[in-house]
């Protein structure tokens, strides 16, 4: 381990850099990696003698640029994922969303019930594994060539009704889990408080971006970047005195701003930071994370593997189902949207803020990482998914029909 | 004209799809990062039969040669553009039309009609191409058998194409 900063820091940006070369040479998502190689560079890496794979630290300045990086992916998650991107389809995508978000959400409470049996890490688990991960999936479906098929709009209409999901879940969650200490009622309702005024925050986004149109329409890019990423860290600060996590400010602010005319401006000044900074917040998550602790979390992480699975396959197919998306189709939607990614970290690392250390972050990292491998091998077999499904339910319809008839000859 | 629905997809680009009068359709992704990608459906399917990639620059080329930029074919009479409000339109000038032996300047086409001329084409007897005026000045003058290439709004460009097409009586 370097005790200078900028080796540490250099060796931080050569991981990321293996990360994101492999991952781009495998054309898929950097995220599972650059966990993976935090997990075995880091800190809590093994380390035997003159082999030594501690090589880097989590440092102050490291820390930092994590915090930054999870403010520029949250807020160019909102500008990219942003509601007015699928007016047009609303309705459509309000009804699909709500039921994939909806079942999904059920399923994590209810399997964060049976597992911890306590309020805030059935929330936390709710967290974790309702929501898919919106980089991981566009990247799947530039390699599978399905960015043009006509259920591809479906999938990518549910990542934006998952985004607007999180900011508000965000909002009322790390309320909560900052506040435990008080009375459990109070901070409930002073959580759904926030929740609250940051749903009619981003029903009157269209109303705002008139004035923050005004605001941000300045013709120098110094001045332009200067401002806007002002803006961001304004943001986190107002969410932080607001009790909620400084990433939900980010993610809303990217949210509103996204209504003005200035959204496609921002969106390319901050894609290259999100790639620079996103980077260390991926890697320093993995380098906080024992893996020796996998042995104890193992267990639920592969469970919850399954239960995602099943749950999304048919969470999925009923939303596609209700979008009036039939055969092969709904069975593209419903294999695709499995990986989680990004907000899965964020709330493991808001759990980790609110002192929830030790299990929820070694289980959101190997859940991550399951879902990473599964989701590609499922994908890519939609099709013979689909017809598997189908044969068995012919054979089942089939069997009915005989033991319909076994019956009819009884009597 | 065959109808092009665009749909947004959030995180890539844009998607334009474009049903062919062969019922197939052809789908163009243009993704935020510059490159584009071109999908055949054959009628009645929901996953393409084919695809390709184009990078920024190609597609531009290749967008310019479907344009005829380089070589067009003969029937250009019929052929219209349009990109959304921008209305790009071959006309021939009619012999007794009203524009005939008027200039662009007379005529004030820009500021009276609300259209640009781009071009002129003058052919031959045989239909050969003869001369090109491009960005013709005030002074030019129509006369009949000329093909005016002009730009402007649909509706103007459709009253411009009374005037020179129609035959006065």
Known sequence: MFEDPVANLGLVFIFIGLAVLTANKLKFSSIPLLILLGIFFGPHAPGYGWLDLRLINVS??????????????????????????????GVIILKGGSIYVGLNFIRGLALGWVFFGSVPEMLVMAGITTVSSSAII?????????????ETELILGIMVFEDIFMALYLSFLSG?????????????????????????????ARRLSVYLNRLLSIHSGEVFTVLAFALILLAAFLADVLHVTEAAGALLLGLVLAETLHA?????????????FGGVFFLSFGMNIDYHQFAAVSGIAVMMTFATIAGNLLAGYLSARACGYRGPAAANIA?????????????????????????????????????ALASPVLAKRARKIYTAAVYFWNKLSGIKQILGNFNAGKE | ???????????????????????????????????RELYHFPSGESEPAFSFTLTDQESRQVGSVIGGAFYQPRMLEKLELAIAELRI????VAPGAKVVGKSIGELGLRKNHGVTVIAIIEEDSKGKKKATAINPGPGFVFLPGQVVVCAGKLGNVERFQE?????ED
């Open chain 1, 60 to 89: 102050e300045s490291i820390e930092l640029l994590s915090r930054l990086g999870a403010l520029f992916l949250l807020f160019h998650l909102g500008l990219e994922f942003s509601a007015g991107k699928v007016v047009e389809n």
């Open chain 1, 138 to 150: 566009t990247r799947l479906l530039m390699e599978l060539k399905r960015t043009a098929n006509p």
């Open chain 1, 176 to 204: 909560y889990l900052l506040f435990q200490k008080a009375a459990f009622s109070s901070v409930f309702l002073s959580s759904l408080a926030v929740m609250i005024f940051v749903f009619f925050l981003l029903l009157g």
């Open chain 1, 264 to 276: 496609k401006r921002l969106i390319q000044i901050f894609a290259p930071l999100r790639d620079l």
């Open chain 1, 335 to 371: 294999c695709t949207i499995i990986a989680r990614g990004e907000f899965s970290v964020v709330v493991a690392g808001l759990a980790a803020t609110a002192g929830m250390v030790g299990i929820m972050q070694p289980f959101a990292a190997l859940y991550v990482l399951l879902l």
């Open chain 2, 1 to 35: 004209m065959s109808l092009i629905k665009e749909a947004e997809l959030p995180g890539l680009g844009k998607k334009y799809q474009i049903e062919l009068e062969s019922s197939d359709r052809l789908v163009v992704v243009i993704y935020d990062e510059g490159h």
């Open chain 2, 89 to 92: 339109e071959w006309l021939k």
């Open chain 2, 163 to 167: 005037i020179v097409t129609r035959e």
